[in-house]
Every structure is written in structure tokens, then in C-alpha cells.
């Protein structure tokens, strides 16, 4: 049983001893929901699973889920970093191997039947272990809502933080924290200020803008103000420092997959800031063809990770597309951040293709000015030919109206 303590997952470890009479084992993943996991052991337990297995996962979910990521340009929709989304195959991963160790018959998630998150989970289990029997509770049971969870909760004696007043639904890891649920049902309303976790109001931000600089290699975050710093503590700074000036809060109506319009909010005040740097520092080290081709398949590769085929061909096919178009961003992008925004101010790297003395508008040697007009000659020579096939028709229509 994929495991996280929630309102879900909680009372969903009876309903399957209940429903199945078979042995529960739980599974979480530690992929960065920090104090979350806290005594989630023995609630395991409590509620009647056998084993509980918490498993860290954090750095391979930066290294192999989050940079690869980072690097493909993909943002769904224009807006959502895809934090859940990048964090459900990892998890799924380990699940399936903790399944395959301890012989087990069966996976089991706590995914409503509405949402995208049982097809990630799902398509992982057929990619990895495609005999094992899923079990997806909510679309089996007769509850219908969160109430009626909640409601089975206190019934079987289940703690959980959840209330019919504090109504969202929360996910957390390193890259993100998402909201759903709630008042957020309701697209024309604003999201309550006491939502919003990992970033500050931009009205209450600093008064004074902070200048930062990240530091890439072949595409990969390595630094922040000239520090090195491994993966976990490099997105944790960059979280702790957007969040600080409330960059990173997302609230859009995102299509799922499975056909219907969801409103969600999401935070990634770290995520914000190392994205539009790598994105700034592509501008100067890569060819415009090559820019071009990456920002068409960075949809396809947003739509794959949203989509929960990341256990697929064509993924793995991009990811080499990605690498190669990496080797040489490498450098130091320099960004100014002041209440809820951050603008980039300085780009730097030892592979850039811009060339001062063929930009200046001062007079240069390498560039000859008088070469433009032989250029835009053949540039034009299309539009050149069609206007004159027009004059030369219009010519020929007036001299035969005037016989």
C-alpha cells in the first residue's frame, strides 16, 4: 500500500483488511514532505498494517526525476512545475520493488477516481511489474467525498488532521507544495492568505530586493552565490530564499488527463527561480534551432510527466535529445528578487554564443554591415518574385480592360 499518512491512505488500510482480509503492508516515500512523516509508523500500525517501510528518496527524486525535468523546459500548461507529477513515479517505483521483496500479490493506492494521480501510479505498476493485481479503493467503495472519509475516519477511530472545515487536499515534497479541495472548488473565489505554506504574502515581502546567483553545469543546478551545494541542499536554499519574497504561487484551472478542468494552487518558490535561471542561461548557450526544437518537445514532455508515462519510449528518446542539447549550459545567471518577482539581471558562461563585438552597434570588424544587403536580398527574394507576378497580372488586367 502506497502510504502517506493522510486522510486517504488512513482509512484505507482497514477498508482493505475488511474488504480483502489480507495483510497490509505500507510503503512511504520520503521524497521531501519533511515532518509529515513524523509518527506515521506506528499510525500504520494502529490502523493495521503490518510493516511499515520508509524509504528516503529524495536525492534519486532530484537527480532522476526533478533535474531531467528541469532540463527538458517542461511547464504544463504554461504555469504548473509539476511537483506531484514528477513525484508519483518515484514513488510508485519503490512501491512496486518493496511489493516484488516481499512477495506480495497486490498494489494498492489511495488516488480518487477523478484525479490524474491513479494513472501515474497505474502506468507505473504495467511498466514495472505488470502482474500484480491493482487495487484502487476509490473506485471500489461506496465513500463518495472526503466527508464521507472523514466520517469512516472517526468512526474506525482513525487520526487524522484533516476536518470538515480544513477541507484541502495537500501535497508536499522538495520542488513543491499543491492545494486542492475546499473554497478553491470554487474558481471565482481567492485562495485563503492562511493557505499559502512555504511562501509569504509579496505585500509582506522584504522592503529591499535580494540579488542571488545560480550556478549550472550542463544543464544541472550546482550552486547558489557561488557556493556548491548538493542537490537536497540546493533546492531547500532556493525554496527558503523564493519563499522569503513570495515568489512561486501558482493559481490556475489546469485540464487533467482524465477529460475534466481542476483549479489548484501550488508554491515552488525555489523551482520558480531555478527554472527561469536555466531558462536565461539557455538563451545564451544555445543555437536558435536547437532552442526551438527543445521548446516543442518540452510540451510533449510536460504532457508525458503530467500524464504519468515516465516509465515510457519516448520519454527515455527526449531525455537524449535533452542531454546533448546540455552539454554546454554551463555558467552563472544572476536574478533580483522584490516582492513575488524575479527578474533576471546578468547571464554569464564560458560556452556563450554572444559575441560583444558582433552585437555592438559601435563599428566592428567581424561583422560587415554592407554584407545585410546581399542577405535580405535572398532572404526576400520569395516576396520579391510573388509581388512582381502580382504587378505583372495587374498590368496585364488594366491593358485588357482598356482594349
Not at 484533516?162 to 473565489?189: F, M, Q, T, V
Not at 519510449?313 to 549550459?329: G, M, N, P, T, W
Request: glycine share 8%; hydrophobic share 35%.
Amino acid at each position: 500500500m502506497a502510504y502517506s499518512g493522510g486522510l486517504d491512505t488512513s482509512v484505507i488500510i482497514p477498508w482493505l483488511k475488511e474488504k480483502y482480509n489480507c495483510e497490509v503492508i505500507a510503503m512511504a516515500g520520503d521524497v521531501g514532505q519533511s515532518e509529515e512523516l513524523e509518527g506515521l509508523e506506528k499510525k500504520a500500525l494502529q490502523t493495521g498494517a503490518s510493516k511499515l517501510y520508509v524509504e528516503d528518496l529524495r536525492k534519486d527524486f532530484v537527480t532522476d526525476f526533478i533535474w531531467p525535468t528541469l532540463k527538458s523546459g517542461a511547464i504544463y500548461e504554461q504555469q504548473y512545475l509539476l511537483g506531484t507529477s514528477m513525484a508519483r513515479p518515484i514513488l510508485a517505483k519503490r512501491q512496486v520493488e518493496i511489493a516484488l521483496k516481499e512477495g506480495a500479490d497486490a498494489v494498492a493506492h489511495g488516488c480518487t477516481g477523478k484525479g490524474n494521480d491513479q494513472v501515474r501510479f497505474e502506468l507505473a505498476y504495467k511498466a514495472l511489474a505488470p502482474h500484480l493485481k491493482v487495487i484502487a479503493p476509490w473506485r471500489e467503495w461506496n465513500i463518495r467525498s472526503r466527508e464521507d472519509a472523514i466520517d469512516f475516519a472517526h468512526k474506525h477511530h482513525i487520526p487524522i488532521t484533516a476536518s470538515k472545515e480544513k477541507i484541502y487536499s495537500e501535497d508536499r515534497n522538495l520542488w513543491h507544495l499543491s492545494h486542492e479541495g475546499g473554497i478553491l472548488e470554487d474558481p471565482s473565489c481567492e485562495p485563503d492568505e492562511s493557505m499559502w505554506q512555504l511562501t509569504v504574502s509579496p505585500e509582506d515581502a522584504p522592503n529591499k530586493p535580494q540579488f542571488i546567483e545560480i550556478s549550472f553545469e550542463a544543464g544541472t543546478p550546482v550552486g547558489i552565490n557561488g557556493e556548491n551545494l548538493d542537490a537536497i541542499e540546493l533546492i531547500n536554499s532556493a525554496n527558503e530564499i523564493g519563499g522569503k519574497h513570495g515568489i512561486g504561487r501558482v493559481d490556475m484551472v489546469e485540464n487533467r488527463l482524465v477529460g475534466m478542468k481542476s483549479r489548484g494552487a501550488y508554491e515552488t518558490p525555489g523551482g520558480t527561480l531555478l527554472v527561469q535561471a536555466h531558462r536565461e542561461l539557455e538563451s545564451i548557450c544555445l543555437d536558435r534551432e536547437t532552442q526551438r526544437i527543445k521548446d516543442i518537445l518540452s510540451i510533449t514532455y510536460a504532457d508525458i510527466v503530467y500524464n504519468g508515462q515516465w516509465f515510457s519510449a519516448l520519454r527515455e528518446a527526449l531525455d537524449q535529445f535533452v542531454i546533448k542539447s546540455q552539454e554546454h549550459v554551463t555558467g552563472t545567471v544572476r536574478l533580483k528578487l522584490f516582492k513575488g518577482r524575479s527578474s533576471v539581471v546578468g547571464r554569464s558562461s564560458p560556452y556563450s554564443l554572444y559575441r560583444e563585438d558582433l552585437a555592438t552597434f559601435s563599428e566592428g570588424t567581424t561583422y560587415r554591415q554592407q554584407d545585410a544587403e546581399g542577405f535580405i536580398n535572398l532572404f526576400g527574394l520569395p516576396a520579391h518574385i510573388r509581388a512582381l507576378i502580382k504587378l505583372n497580372q495587374k498590368t496585364s488586367n488594366s491593358l485588357s480592360n482598356e482594349e
